[in-house]
């Protein structure tokens, strides 16, 4: 599943960037909440604690890794100039 993740982020963005898959899974999209409860896995349910947003918890991870990505690319951005 890590390298999975991993390799989504390479072909997304050209560069490796390391994300750790659990936090990614955890962290709400909306709010930035990150709570181990707010992923319920028997279910595959992602809900927030803190605003009640509610996904798929894959669907939660893959936004987040773009969401990272896109941070990483503007930071190293900000760095070159
Ligand atoms: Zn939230």
């Given at each position: 599943m890590k390298q999975k993740l991993i390799y989504k982020a390479v072909r997304h963005h050209d560069k490796v960037i390391k994300v750790n898959p659990a936090y990614t899974s955890q962290c709400?999209?909306?709010?930035g909440h990150t709570e181990k409860?707010?992923?319920?896995?028997k279910i595959y349910l992602f809900c927030c604690k803190n605003c009640g947003y509610k996904s798929n918890d894959d669907r939660i991870g893959e936004m987040n890794l773009y969401r990272i990505g896109i941070d990483y690319l503007v930071s190293d951005t900000v760095t070159a100039e």
């Open positions: 709400c999209p909306m709010c409860a707010n992923r319920n896995k």
